[in-house]
Every structure is written in C-alpha cells, then in structure tokens.
C-alpha cells in the first residue's frame, strides 16, 4: 500500500511570501488532516477534511492559511503571506474514517523555513 | 480545557536500561489514546491504541498501558534503534466528529 504523499518536502521562502504545500492521501482514505509541528513541539491540527467537506478548521489562522481538497482526494494547503513564526513541518495525515480508533497515517511532511 | 502533558521532555538510557514515557491527560469524552514514534526528518509511525482503562498493548521491546489519567509506554531492555521522538494522542468526540490532541512527545536516546 502507497503511503501518504507530500511535496515538496524542503521550501526556503522570505517573509511574506506566498507557499502551497500537496498532499496525495492514502486510496481509499475519506478523512484529510493538515497538522503544524514546530520544532520540539507536537503537531497541531490545521484542519480536517472528510471527503472534500471540511469537519473543523477551528485552530486555522484563516486571514494567511488556507486549505482545499477537490474531488476528496489530493489536498493543498497555503499560506500567504508568511512569516517567521510559520517556520514548521506541515504533516498530512489520512484516514480510512474518523470513528473510534481510526490510527492516522501520516506523510514525510514539508518543512518550511520563512527567513 | 483539553491536555496532554508528555514526561520527560527528553531521556538518555543505556543499551537494556528499562524504562517507563508517561503520558498524562485531562480531557472529556475519550475515545482512543494513541502511540506514534517519530523518527528525525520523517512523519509519525503508528504503534498502539489503547481504548480502556487497564488495556495493555505490545510489540516487540515496548509495552503500552492505559489508567483512567494517563498511559504509560514502557521499553524493557532498549536498543539504540528505540531512539526516536514517542508521541501520545488523545481522540475525543467533539459534536459530530473526532478530534486529536498530540503531546510535546519524549525524546529518547537509547546509547551503545
């Protein structure tokens, strides 16, 4: 079975600057996540997907973060305009279904450096 | 408010020095606790979901159990290859769907 795939898995931009992160999901996986993990920290959820519906986007900071996931398959996530503190690794996550016990699998990831 | 507090921030064992993570929650309307492993560079490796209080889980060095506040994974005779980020999460039923709360994870350092 594919895992999850993200790209690109590097990205250097200024701040201010415009960046989108690709998550392809594993087949078959209805739920999407987008986490942010900062360096020593665990991975904050961004938003979660089911199919192409978003179930929560409640920690997204929605005037820079945006998120999309068309057809409920592959998903983008971007970010304009960035700044500093938005250096992190951005986690896709999936997911056969949301319910009880449903373990994530979960992508190489993108780390994004804003200098 | 929902919590999960991961202790300690960071150990160091020698190679076959057993130890215990703790990981200790406060949350309401538990459905699942989770162990990842994080490798440097690379995403979460699922290990164990625990459902219940008294629930235990293994596979191969580590063993995962489960009290009503917190859940310990503990690693018996460890090898250098253990060295990795350990990460717990809780999953909680909020309104119509479930939700993850990661810890700040353990960093292990398994020495020769």
């Known amino acids: 079975e594919a895992g999850v795939a993200q790209s690109p898995r590097y990205k250097i931009i200024e701040k201010r600057q415009s960046v989108a992160f690709w998550c392809n999901p594993i087949s078959g996986h209805a739920t999407l996540y987008w986490y942010q993990q900062i360096l020593g920290q665990g991975p904050k959820l961004l938003i979660q997907?089911?199919?192409?519906?978003?179930?929560?986007d409640s920690q997204l900071p929605k005037d820079r973060f945006s998120a999309e996931r068309l057809k409920g398959v592959d998903s983008t996530l971007k970010i304009q305009p960035a700044k500093l503190e938005d250096s992190a690794v951005y986690l896709c996550?999936?997911?056969f279904g949301s319910g009880a016990g449903a373990g994530y699998t979960f992508g190489s990831g993108t780390r994004l450096t804003v200098v | 408010e929902d919590q999960v507090t991961q202790s300690p921030e960071a150990l160091r064992l020698q190679e076959g020095e057993s130890s215990s993570l703790n990981c200790s929650y406060t949350v309401s309307g538990l459905r699942g606790l989770f162990w990842y492993r994080q490798d440097p560079g690379k995403g979460p490796e699922f290990l164990f979901t625990l459902y219940s209080a008294g629930e235990e889980k293994e596979k191969e060095r580590l063993k995962a159990t489960l009290t009503k506040k917190e859940s310990f994974l503990h690693i018996t005779a460890p090898k250098p290859e253990d060295s990795a980020t350990y990460l717990c999460a809780v999953q909680v039923k909020r309104y119509n769907f479930n939700k993850f709360y990661f810890g700040s994870g353990t960093k292990l350092n398994v020495k020769p």
């Open positions: 997907f089911q199919n192409n519906g978003v179930v929560d």
């Open positions: 996550a999936s997911s």
